[in-house]
């Protein structure tokens, strides 16, 4: 445990409080946009947090989908996942590619790019909503097909791979399509499940996933199943109308988070 003597009980306090964040957007209310910012904010080898968190978190990220799908997997629906998958794994597998020289100009400029997209398609789609007098009475039921699961698919894959990033890609994919909240949430986690497994392999090709950070996350985790499971009770206890534009609130606050960092 001598590794622990690296991280204060504030680091582990912050750190912690990261995990519970995303764990209860793992369970259904989407408050894990704000982990990540203050997981790489806590971390304690500051000239490298950026990739030591993204790294740090994605096994802990595929614990939690686990326990979330415990939750929701009566509600999943497979079927609206098949159009994103193909090119989810497309854009998997270029934005390791990306990540082959971690000293590349380009890589820098390609998270870049890809954030000030996605952040700036966010806004606007929160926008064209948030135009009307009732955001919930504008919203024409959509359902999915190959060209909005290609292009959703692979934005996700690759911003989720470069900084686990697709909260909104997803959330753009999923709510014209007006699912229950249960099922919104249960699709979304199975999503992320897949996809989390899909990034293992070339995270640990490419070194990111770090027996320190693995140790770390094996101390938390106990934190992992309260955060699903009290994100799951919040999800429950949230009316439908409420929990949507929670969801758009969200889905700003994050769209304007990847910009901010970006620039």
């Known amino acids: 445990m001598e590794f622990l003597f690296q991280y204060t009980m504030p680091d582990l306090f912050w750190i912690g ?70 090119a989810t794994v497309l854009g998997v597998a270029v934005a390791s590619f990306l990540f082959v020289s971690d000293e590349s100009a380009m890589i820098a400029l390609s998270d870049r790019a890809l954030k000030v997209l996605i952040g700036g398609l966010g806004v606007l789609f929160v926008g064209y909503f948030a135009s009307k007098k009732w955001i919930l009475r504008h919203i024409h039921a959509a359902e999915p097909n190959w060209t909005k699961g290609s292009m959703f698919g692979f934005g996700a894959g690759m911003t989720s791979t470069l900084a686990h990033a697709a909260g909104p890609v997803m959330q753009m994919y999923l709510l014209p399509q007006q699912l229950e909240k249960k099922k919104f949430a249960g699709t979304s986690c199975a999503f992320f499940w897949m996809l989390n497994l899909i990034k293992l392999l070339p995270f640990a090709m490419l070194g990111r996933i770090q027996p320190d950070n693995l140790k770390l996350g094996a101390v938390l985790l106990p934190v992992i199943p309260l955060g699903v499971a009290f994100g799951w009770w919040l999800t429950h206890k949230t009316e439908q109308k409420h929990y949507t534009i929670l969801i758009y609130a969200v889905l700003f606050i994050t769209s304007v988070t990847l910009i901010l960092k970006a620039l």
Request: charged residues 5%; contains cysteine.
């Open 17 to 86: 409080l990261s995990l519970f964040l995303i764990g209860m957007s793992k369970g259904g209310f989407p408050v894990g946009s704000i982990a990540l910012p203050i997981l790489i904010l806590v971390w304690p080898v500051q000239a490298q947090a950026a990739r030591s968190a993204v790294g740090f978190m994605l096994p802990m990220l595929c614990l939690m989908d686990i326990v979330a799908l415990a939750f929701y997997w009566r509600h999943v629906q497979w079927g609206r996942l098949i159009y994103l998958m193909p």
